[in-house]
């Protein structure tokens, strides 16, 4: 059963608080909960009454992972399911297993919801603030280490653009971070605004049971198709044993995600061509490509959206869906009107139009009375921030799996974690101080939802360890093999 918080008000004291129990939260929590010293005590704060995070969160129709599994899947628990490209539920389930084998679960404070965090030079502690969802009142734990696992955006609500007219429309809109199981689509017309990864997903699993599926977008994106199960790890799986074998097929899929994004950056114009030309051969030489899925950009300045065995090329061949480029004028009682005149009537219209970014979950940070401002920090080896003590967080990679970046920060912790215990030290910081280095925005991202955050995120240096090479390969000699005491991490007892 999980902990129930103190009522007498006082703190409750750890070795480490995370704050989280989504994808990197649990992975955090296998390595604590594994590796460290018989005594050493984690507790993870969830503000939600379940585990999975993302994968819990996310419940509208045909939510799948947008990156292979043998890669988003954990190292230490290797996938075993039968397609790579996995649907929310399975991940969801698979998230939980691991949770519950590993005995992390136990560990887990459900509806604590953080809201601050205080850090004490003269005691060497965090002061943890987290609000119970269900009594409201404050919960205090105090820790040596703060691990922020909870993602980097808001869970409240998506980011929704204003559409003018909206209020004049009859039917039902909806933002996909938002579904709930009453929504009934079944004959209708629906329209789906976007054209990124959950628009894609969207699309053709309605169009199974829509009247028809129209994907509304004012610019198209890229698209790949690739095969919902990898033969080629399957065999793998079937010849190796299972960590052999899972290793294989993540380093496989590390290297072939990392050796493409390399080509598209430095051959946008023929990695353009190649990924144009996949989509061609999907819809056939009488679909106009060059408007619909013809991105303006180049290959890689927005991520890649990912389509399990065409599906929804399938769906359009099917005349099941269809797309249309256009910019909205305004929405009508009946549906959208168009800035070309045309209009789509819908019964359902689904804001598919992305997220919103809030980093460290919105946890308002402070050092020694003095606020922490996210947006005027660096990251330090993509896993700390700058003239912050004793706190990591856990970002994935923007170009491959989430959980591959995370992984690598969740063994960084636990280095740092055993050199402090080793030679006594109570605190760890990264000093920027004057160092001279150029200031870059966190993500090399074009896509919007980076755009409209880029002043609230930390920023990143031109050359390491402020720099985030977005490269598994040069992640891990960094972060599993690197100096911990580099000249840069401050180590004081």
């Known amino acids: 059963m999980p902990l129930v918080s103190s009522s007498n008000g006082q703190p409750l004291a750890f070795d480490v608080v995370v704050v989280g129990a989504g994808l990197s939260g649990v992975n955090a929590g296998y390595y604590l909960e594994t590796q460290r010293p018989r005594g050493q005590t984690y507790v993870i704060l969830e503000g939600r009454e379940a585990i999975g995070g993302t994968w819990d969160l996310f419940r509208y129709p045909g939510i799948r992972s947008d990156s292979d599994m043998y890669t988003l899947g954990y190292p230490f628990r290797p996938w075993r399911g039968d397609k790579a490209i996995a649907d929310g539920g399975s991940i969801r389930d698979y998230i939980r297993e691991t949770a519950c084998v590993y005995g992390i679960e136990p560990k887990i404070r459900f509806g604590h919801r ?10 060497a502690r965090w002061t943890v603030e987290a609000r119970r969802t269900d009594t409201g009142e404050i919960v205090r734990f105090t820790c040596r280490f703060l691990f922020m696992c909870s993602g980097y955006y808001d869970y ?65 994106t890229y698209i ?64 106009d490509v060059a408007t619909h899925f013809t991105p303006r950009y180049r290959p890689w300045e927005q991520r890649l959206c990912l389509v399990p065995d065409g599906d929804l090329f399938q769906a359009m061949k099917r005349g099941r869906a269809d797309v249309v480029t256009d910019h909205i004028d305004t929405f009508t009682e009946t549906g959208i009107r168009l800035r070309s005149g045309a209009e789509l009537e ?37 896993a700390m921030l700058s003239d912050v003590p004793n706190l990591a967080v ?46 870059e925005p966190l993500f090399d991202f074009s896509s919007g939802y980076v755009q409209r955050a880029v002043a609230d995120l930390p920023k990143q240096g031109d050359k390491a360890p402020w720099r985030l090479y977005q490269n598994y390969f040069l992640d891990r000699m960094a972060l599993q093999y690197g100096a911990l005491d580099d000249g840069v991490m401050r180590f004081a007892r």
């Not at 799996?401 to 055993?418: N, P, Q």
Request: glycine share 10%; aromatic share 8%.
């Open 114 to 123: 953080v809201e601050r965090a205080s850090w004490s030079s003269d005691a």
């Open 156 to 220: 409240a609500g998506g980011y929704t653009p204003e559409f003018p007219g909206v209020e004049r429309y009859r039917g039902r809109v909806v933002h996909p971070q938002k579904w709930t199981d009453d929504i009934d689509y079944g004959g209708k017309r629906v329209v789906v605004i976007g054209s990124g990864a959950t628009a894609v997903t969207l699309v053709p699993e309605m169009a199974k049971l829509a009247a028809r599926v129209t994907m509304l977008q004012r610019s198209p």
């Open 224 to 287: 790949l198709s690739m095969p919902a199960v990898d033969v080629l790890a399957k065999w793998v799986d079937r010849r190796l044993p299972l960590d052999i074998g899972g290793d294989v097929s993540r380093l496989r899929n590390v290297a072939l995600a990392a050796a493409m994004y390399k080509f598209c950056r430095a051959y946008p114009e023929r990695a353009k061509k190649i990924l144009i030309r996949g989509v061609r051969r999907q819809l056939g030489p009488d679909f």
């Open 346 to 382: 819908a019964d359902l219209i689904v804001t598919a139009t992305g997220l919103k970014v809030l980093l460290l979950g919105g946890v308002k940070l402070s050092v020694d009375g003095a606020p922490v401002e996210p947006g005027k920090t660096t990251s330090y080896k993509g």
């Open 394 to 439: 856990a970002l994935g990679y923007t170009n491959a799996s989430w959980t591959l970046k995370s992984d690598l920060v969740c063994r960084y912790v636990l280095r740092v974690l055993e050199e402090m215990d080793r030679n006594g030290y109570r605190i760890c910081t990264p000093q920027k101080g004057g160092r001279d280095f150029v200031e």
